[in-house]
C-alpha cells in the first residue's frame, strides 16, 4: 500500500517562498512518476509539475514555469515542490499523486492511483 504524506504549506506573502514535501511510503518500482497537483476553491484540480523518480525527468504547468521547482530526495523518498514567486492564484490545496500508471497521461490526475491528504497554500496579495 502507497502511501504519501504531504507537509510545509501555510500562508505567505505575495512574492515570497514555500517548500512542499511529500513523503512516500510503498512504492515497489522507482521508476515512478510522481506529481503535484491543486485544487482552488470552486475549481478543479489541476496539473502543477510531475517528476520521474529514476532519471529526474520534469514536467511543468506552464503558469509555474521558471517559478516552481520539483526535486527527489532519495535518502528520505520525498518528491519536494520548491515554490518561489508566489502569486495570490497559486492559493490551492496542493496534493502529491503517484505513481503514475506506466501509458497516462502526466497532466491527468486520472492517471494516478495514489494521493496525500492535501496541504493548504495560500498567498496574500
Known amino acids: 500500500q502507497v502511501q504519501l504524506i504531504e507537509s510545509g504549506g501555510g500562508l505567505v506573502q505575495a512574492g515570497g517562498s514555500l517548500r512542499l514535501s511529500c513523503t512516500a511510503s510503498?512504492?515497489?518500482?522507482?521508476?515512478?512518476?510522481m506529481g503535484w497537483f491543486r485544487q482552488a476553491p470552486g475549481k478543479e484540480r489541476e496539473f502543477v509539475a510531475a517528476?520521474?523518480?529514476?532519471?529526474?525527468?520534469?514536467y511543468y504547468a506552464d503558469s509555474v514555469k521558471g517559478r516552481f521547482t520539483i526535486s527527489i530526495d532519495n535518502a528520505d523518498n520525498t518528491v519536494n515542490l520548491q515554490m518561489n514567486s508566489l502569486k495570490p492564484d497559486d492559493t490551492a490545496v496542493y496534493y502529491c499523486?503517484?505513481?503514475?500508471?506506466?501509458?497516462?497521461?502526466?497532466?491527468?490526475?486520472?492517471?494516478?492511483?495514489?494521493w496525500g491528504q492535501g496541504t493548504q497554500v495560500t498567498v496574500s496579495s
Open positions: 499523486a503517484g505513481p503514475r500508471s506506466y501509458s497516462g497521461n502526466t497532466y491527468h490526475t486520472s492517471s494516478y492511483q495514489y
Open positions: 510503498g512504492l515497489t518500482f522507482m521508476s515512478a512518476v
Open positions: 517528476i520521474r523518480w529514476t532519471g529526474g525527468s520534469t
